[in-house]
């Protein structure tokens, strides 16, 4: 009988440790907003499940990607991306996850309404890193496809370090 017991706590120890997919879809209501997981009423569901193409948010981003270039070790630069709702009901950036605990991002978290315009702010923290770095940025969002990604590169550059400068090209400090 113990033998059984210790089978049956083992199996249900493992049943509620059940790991849920970090990017699962955010639910929407009929009007386009977002609501707690499994709170959607089945006459929302179903019309979720009718909203046409074309009735969907839509991101549009003045770049995905963005080059730092060179930058000493140590140093914390930003960078906005800059997006446009295109589409035709209110857009949510839920979640933004970069891709390293070395970016941190900020984002509008409001809705934002057709023709309005939202950011995405991330901060690079160069300690500890060295030489080329491309880091990605995921975005979870309502529009069709559900999410985005965005990139950015550096070149960190460690003490002694040097990089040659193309003839003709101010030598100044170059900041970010």
Same mark, same amino acid.
């Given at each position: 009988m113990k033998k059984y017991s210790i089978a049956f706590i083992a199996v249900l120890a493992l049943a509620s440790c059940k790991n849920k997919d970090e990017f699962a879809p955010q639910q929407v209501d009929a009007n386009n907003m977002v609501v &707690?997981?499994?709170? %959607? /009423? *089945?006459?929302? @569901? /179903? *019309?979720?499940?009718?909203?046409?193409?074309?009735?969907?948010?839509?991101?549009? #981003? $003045?770049?995905t990607e963005f080059d730092f270039g060179n930058i000493k070790q =140590?140093?914390?630069?930003?960078?906005? #991306?800059?997006?446009?709702?295109?589409?035709?009901?209110? +857009? #949510?950036? *839920?979640?933004?996850? !970069?891709?390293?605990?070395?970016? &941190?991002? @900020?984002?509008?978290?409001? &809705?934002?309404?057709?023709?309005?315009? =939202? @950011?995405?702010?991330?901060? #690079?923290?160069?300690? =500890?890193?060295? =030489? !080329?770095? /491309?880091?990605?940025? &995921? +975005? %979870? $969002?309502?529009?069709e496809n559900g999410h985005e990604v965005l990139a950015f590169k550096a070149n960190i550059l460690t003490d002694g370090a040097t990089v040659p400068m193309p003839a003709g090209e101010n030598h100044g400090d170059h900041k970010h």
């Open positions: &707690a997981q499994g709170q %959607l /009423s *089945m006459q929302d @569901e /179903s *019309m979720k499940k009718k909203l046409k193409p074309e009735e969907y948010p839509i991101i549009k #981003f $003045t770049e =140590g140093d914390k630069v930003e960078h906005i #991306f800059k997006f446009t709702n295109t589409g035709k009901n209110d +857009l #949510f950036v *839920m979640e933004v996850r !970069p891709s390293c605990g070395c970016t &941190a991002p @900020e984002w509008t978290k409001t &809705a934002v309404k057709k023709g309005e315009s =939202g @950011e995405i702010k991330i901060i #690079f923290d160069s300690k =500890g890193k060295s =030489g !080329p770095q /491309s880091k990605s940025i &995921a +975005l %979870l $969002t309502n529009t």
